[in-house]
C-alpha cells in the first residue's frame, strides 16, 4: 500500500482563493516532498522538507509537517487557473533515494 | 527546466510484439527510477538503478526488463506486449552526490497502449 496518501483527492476552487492539500503517511521519514502534474505529463519537484523542519516557503507555496501525527500539507495561496494539476506528495523513509507516491490530489482552479 | 528525456511520447501497438521505451539524461545523475502510473492512480516504482551496471526491481513486480550500460541511458523493454501493460511510464533521474538535495526529475512519460 502507498505510503503517502492525499487529502481530498479532488479539490475545486475559484482564482484567487488558497488551496489546501493534506498528506498523511505510515512510517519514518528522512524527508517529504510535493510534486505537481499536468494532464499527461511527467511530474515536477516543488518542494522538499526534512523531517526536522516544520515549515517551508517557496513563493506562493507553503508546506506544513508534522511528524508526530504524520502529516503535512501544502498551501497554495492566491490560486492562479495555470495552477491546475494534479499534486502529490513523496516520502522518503531513508537515504536510499526511494520515493514512495501518493494517488494525489487534483486541483481545478477556475478562472 | 529538467533535461530528461522520453521516446516514444505515445505508443500504439499489437499484443506480442516487444518494444523498447527510451529514457535518456544529459544532467549526469548516477540515480534513474521507472515508475508505472495508471489513470488518476499513484506512481509506482518498478525499476532503479544506482549508477552502470546496476540495476533493482521496484516496489511493484514487472515482467519489463531494463538495463544500464551508460550513464545517461536507461532504456525498459518489454518482450511480449499485452493488454495488462497499458500505462504510463515514466522515467526520472537524481543527483546523489548532492546530499542534500534528493529531488527527482522526470520525463514527460511515455503512454503505452497494447491493443
Known amino acids: 500500500s502507498q505510503q503517502g496518501e492525499e487529502d481530498p483527492q479532488a479539490l475545486s476552487i475559484q482564482e484567487g482563493e488558497n488551496a489546501t492539500m493534506n498528506c498523511s503517511y505510515k512510517t519514518s521519514i528522512n524527508n517529504l516532498q510535493w510534486y505537481r502534474q499536468n494532464s499527461g505529463r511527467g511530474l515536477v519537484h516543488l518542494i522538499l522538507?526534512?523531517?526536522?523542519?516544520r515549515e517551508k516557503h517557496s513563493g506562493r507555496l507553503r508546506v506544513t509537517l508534522d511528524t508526530s501525527k504524520k502529516s503535512s500539507s501544502l498551501l497554495i495561496t492566491a490560486s492562479r487557473a495555470a495552477d491546475t494539476a494534479s499534486y502529490f506528495c513523496a516520502t522518503s523513509p531513508g537515504s536510499n533515494y526511494k520515493l514512495t507516491f501518493g494517488k494525489g490530489t487534483l486541483l481545478t482552479v477556475n478562472p | 527546466e529538467a533535461d530528461i528525456y522520453q521516446t516514444p511520447r505515445y505508443l500504439v501497438i499489437g499484443t506480442g510484439k516487444k518494444i523498447t521505451l527510451e529514457c535518456s539524461q544529459t544532467?549526469?545523475?548516477?540515480?534513474m527510477y521507472w515508475y508505472q502510473q495508471d489513470p488518476g492512480m499513484e506512481l509506482h516504482l518498478i525499476h532503479y538503478?544506482?549508477?552502470?551496471?546496476?540495476?533493482e526491481k521496484g516496489d511493484l513486480s514487472s515482467e519489463s526488463t531494463v538495463s544500464r550500460i551508460r550513464t545517461e541511458h536507461f532504456p525498459l523493454t518489454l518482450e511480449s506486449a499485452r493488454p495488462s501493460h497499458t500505462s504510463q511510464y515514466l522515467c526520472a533521474s537524481s543527483d546523489s552526490a548532492i546530499a542534500t538535495n534528493e529531488k527527482l526529475f522526470f520525463g514527460s512519460g511515455t503512454q503505452l497502449s497494447v491493443l
Open positions: 544532467m549526469g545523475h548516477d540515480k
Open positions: 538503478s544506482y549508477g552502470v551496471n546496476s540495476t
Open positions: 522538507i526534512r523531517s526536522n523542519e
